[in-house]
């Protein structure tokens, strides 16, 4: 078995569609599960949506029918039968998310979230799942949320591995064991990014959760590998965004690959590799533009990179939090600090203490970073920078630090010996 995540570039319009398609042919007569995210940039749209219907903005049908005609316009492309089925899946899901938005929120913003916006993947996996069945590659859709198990943390969802891993083994296995084994191999088709608690109701993962649930299947099914098909030839030592002369990462260990995704490279979700590291099993990296290329492996090989890699995060905020009465920064003062973290779930991404001081930097949201800083006022003298950027070197030595500090103000600076993190400003 063979675990196979199309991110929402891969499935963004009818073309890459069509491409996913000769992907999945190229791997004829084996066993594979394909985990897709939604389309484009709908997860975003359907972002706008939620926050349009829960605080009753009036442009949350605009949305709906953007949202409605460019998922249309894909099917129309790739369905030339206007009586395919396919036609009536896509209409029912947008006519529940229409029932939704007429009527009141009744639960909190982040449950009707999830309701909402994991209809992103739903979509996108009936199309590509029907799509792979008009041309050949016979497969199965199956509902994510009939086997992944979480928590009712919405927008967050927690796994439960035991249940999870036991629905697999009863209502999924059966179909890629049972006879006829062909020569064909046997697919299906999932969805990314969502789950359901143990009373049904729609959960999501976190933003860019769909590797996290491919890692999830390959792990519950005991894969081969997965592969993560991308726009980018691979995993890249900085991103091409903000670097001129980056280069293909061909091997990473798991441990490299953890921390590189936890500074926040947006190649790899943070989450993924622990679930493929527990039983073995690589993560191929490759380019959907040339399939055939050997792209980035990540597995259990022990070799550091062999060159410093770069992570760039911009809309960074500083928080210097020191206690009102100039005394110390003590155990007691940052265990409530980190419980306040906690509690909003923000992640730091760097922190240094001095004896009166405790520094973060966090990512700017403008939800959660005001009404934090809030709560921490009532205690504690707050002060902050907004719109840093923070770069983390892995593999560093001074002429990279150098490198990236060409004008800027560093304002904190940590460093430990294969890892240094600057938090800073272009200089005026
Ligand atoms: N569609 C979701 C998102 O954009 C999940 C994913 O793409 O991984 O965040
Ligand atoms: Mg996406």
């Known amino acids: 078995m063979k675990v196979f995540k199309f991110g929402g570039a891969s499935v963004k319009d009818a073309s890459a569609i069509i491409n996913v398609a000769k992907i999945i042919s190229l791997y004829q007569g084996q066993n594979l599960v394909v985990v897709v995210s939604a389309m484009g940039k709908v997860t975003n749209m359907l972002e706008q949506l939620t926050k349009a219907y829960y605080y009753k903005k009036d442009n949350a049908f605009e949305i709906l029918d953007q949202l409605r005609e460019y998922h249309h316009q894909i099917v129309q492309e790739l369905f030339p039968d206007n009586k395919h089925h396919i036609y009536n899946e896509i209409n029912n899901v947008f006519v529940e998310i229409e029932w939704a938005i007429e009527e009141d929120a009744l639960r909190e913003y982040d449950y009707e979230y999830d309701q909402i916006v994991s209809t992103g993947e739903l979509l996108s996996s009936k199309i590509v799942s029907a799509y792979l069945n008009l041309n050949g590659n016979v497969n199965k859709w199956l509902d994510a949320r009939d086997f992944l198990q979480t928590d009712n943390t919405y927008r967050e969802g927690k796994v439960n591995w035991d249940s999870t891993q036991s629905i697999w083994n009863k209502d999924i296995m059966p179909f890629f064991n049972a006879e006829p084994k062909s020569a064909n191999g046997k697919i299906m088709v999932t969805q ?110 022990p070799t550091k990179l062999p060159v410093a890699s770069f992570i760039f995060k911009v809309n960074q905020v500083l928080v210097s939090i020191s206690p009102k009465d100039f005394s110390f920064i003590v155990e007691e003062n940052l265990s409530d600090i980190f419980k306040l973290f906690a509690d909003y779930r923000v992640k730091i991404n760097v922190m240094q203490n001095t004896a009166l001081k405790f520094s973060v930097c966090i990512d700017f949201d403008e939800r959660k970073t005001p009404e934090l800083i809030e709560q921490l006022r009532k205690n504690y003298n707050i002060t902050f920078n907004d719109n840093l950027e923070l770069v983390t070197i892995r593999y560093y030595d001074q002429k990279t630090i150098e490198r990236v500090t060409i004008n800027k103000q560093v304002f904190l600076e940590l460093k430990s010996r294969n890892t240094v993190q600057m938090v800073m400003k272009n200089r005026d």
């Open 192 to 301: 990314g990014f969502i789950g359901a608690t143990s009373e049904n109701f729609t959960t999501t993962l976190g933003r860019e959760g769909s590797d996290y649930t491919a890692a999830i299947v390959a792990h519950i099914s005991n894969a081969e590998n997965l592969t993560i098909w991308k726009d980018v030839p691979g995993v890249l030592n900085a991103d091409p965004k903000w670097f001129d002369d980056t280069e293909i990462l061909k091997h990473i260990s798991y441990h490299d690959a953890i921390e590189l995704a936890y500074y926040g490279a947006s190649v790899i979700h943070p989450k993924t590799i622990k679930p493929l590291q527990n039983k073995n099993i690589p993560l191929l990296v490759k380019s959907f533009v040339n399939p055939q290329s050997q792209g980035t492996t990540i597995d259990d090989n």
